[in-house]
């Protein structure tokens, strides 16, 4: 138990406590034994340090679960709200350990004091996810004369966003041309090439920045 052997908490101790629910708790320990604690919540708040509203990132599975793994702790840091493995055309790899995925978003998520445990799917086909709707703004990741993803956001700091990034391979022209023709806005990372974990990693933190800057716009 992280608060008995890591912590080494002992009782009388303050801690505070997350459910990945979105709950969070201040709690007074008042019996700590090897396997069990028992405490008294003296605070409970909701959704503390989580985003203002939802960032979906689809990264398509990597031949490297250790690059996908790293993503994954990346994303919990910087306010993802969801994750969704994709199967694309060029996709080669094809299993995803879940219970481990999961295990590195739970450690991420308490590591950097979020009380929400992003949603995690299992591997879905990119065509299944191009065809669902939403009221978000949805983006594809592709190299080319894009708009970047920053002029995308632009004035849209309230509302949730999802972006998809393709595998090593890239995805192909035909998918680019489907989620376009499905309300996808191509959007450009820059010039250079990123490796897809670093490109789901910018996306998600162009998007979590240039939130966070609205947000003291609006409170200045
Ligand atoms: N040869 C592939 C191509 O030309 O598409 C390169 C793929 S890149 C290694 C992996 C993924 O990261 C791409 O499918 C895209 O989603 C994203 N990506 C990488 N660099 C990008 C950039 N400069 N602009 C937009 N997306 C980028």
Redesign the pocket.
Request: cysteine-free.
């Given at each position: 138990m992280h608060a008995v052997r890591v912590l080494r908490c002992r009782a009388g101790d303050e801690i505070q406590v997350v459910d990945g629910a979105g709950h969070w708790y201040r709690v007074c320990l008042n019996h700590v034994q090897k396997n069990t604690v028992i405490g008294t919540v003296l605070e409970r708040r909701v959704g503390v340090n989580e985003p203002s509203a939802q960032l979906h990132i689809g990264l398509?599975l990597l031949k490297s679960r250790q690059r996908f793994e790293v993503f994954l702790e990346k994303a919990v840091e910087l306010g993802v709200t969801a994750i969704t493995p994709l199967i694309t055309e060029r996709t080669e790899a094809r299993s995803f350990r879940v219970q481990r995925a999961r295990r590195i978003l739970v450690a991420a998520m308490k590591q950097c004091r979020r009380c929400h445990l992003p949603r995690l799917s299992v591997p879905r086909h990119l065509d299944e996810v191009l065809m669902e709707e939403g009221s978000v703004l949805r983006c594809?990741?592709?190299?080319g004369p894009?708009p970047s993803l920053l002029e995308a956001v632009a004035g849209q700091e309230l509302r949730g966003v999802s972006v998809?990034?393709?595998?090593?391979?890239?995805?192909t022209e035909e998918e680019v041309r489907y989620a376009r023709g499905a309300g996808y806005t191509a959007?450009?990372?820059?010039?250079?090439?990123?490796?897809?974990e670093?490109?789901?990693i910018a996306c998600a933190s162009t998007v979590t920045m240039h939130r966070s800057l609205g947000a003291r716009r609006r409170s200045a």
């Open positions: 398509a594809i990741a592709h190299q894009y998809l990034v393709g595998p090593e391979g890239g995805f959007v450009s990372l820059g010039v250079r090439r990123l490796r897809s670093t490109a789901a």
